[in-house]
């Protein structure tokens, strides 16, 4: 019977200590994800948009406005909230760059790129020291997708562009 009680007294702290950190990891996500969210709305408000696809990765935020062509960067790291509502028609280039660790040659991260009137702005769809390594796949999708749809309403913003100046 003391054995028993021995035992359980030896293993619980581990289910204990195990509980106690989801439980805090959970609301500090929530707390991120209500930053996130309200940073979203006011640049919603602000720009009178209407968002057409949004993602979202643990801390961060990219949509898209069609009807606008506006593209839609959010943040939100050590209680700041970053946020930035580009016009697409102003983009000169973008690209994708993946950081790789010179020693290992593991991609350390991956960032879009974009330039805006040679002013650079970055979004990071990984980041090692910050995302789980099995997260890396699902990323490079992601930020090959929204290369792709970034592009595609580029290339609508200047045929529609061309058929304003041959009207």
């Not at 930035?84 to 020693?103: A, V």
Request: net charge positive; aromatic share 10%.
């Amino acid at each position: 019977m003391y054995t028993f009680l021995i035992v359980l007294m030896l293993l619980l702290p581990i289910p204990l200590y195990f509980g106690f950190k989801a439980l805090f990891e959970n609301k500090h996500n929530r707390r991120n994800a209500l930053a996130l969210k309200v940073a979203l709305d006011r640049v919603i408000r602000r720009n009178k948009l209407s968002i057409s696809e949004i993602d979202t990765f643990r801390n961060r935020i990219i949509a898209l406005d069609r009807k606008n062509n506006k593209l839609i960067l959010a943040e939100h790291r050590n209680s700041v909230t970053w946020e930035k509502c580009l016009f697409l028609g102003e983009l000169g280039s973008f690209t994708i760059i993946k950081e790789m660790d010179q020693l290992t040659g593991c991609i350390q991260k991956i960032v879009i790129e974009f330039n805006f009137n040679n002013d650079l702005v970055h979004f990071t769809f990984y980041d090692s020291s910050n995302d789980h390594i099995r997260e890396l796949p699902t990323r490079v999708r992601k930020a090959t997708y929204w290369k792709n749809k970034i592009q595609h309403q580029l290339n609508n913003v200047k045929a529609s562009h061309r058929l304003e100046y041959v009207l």
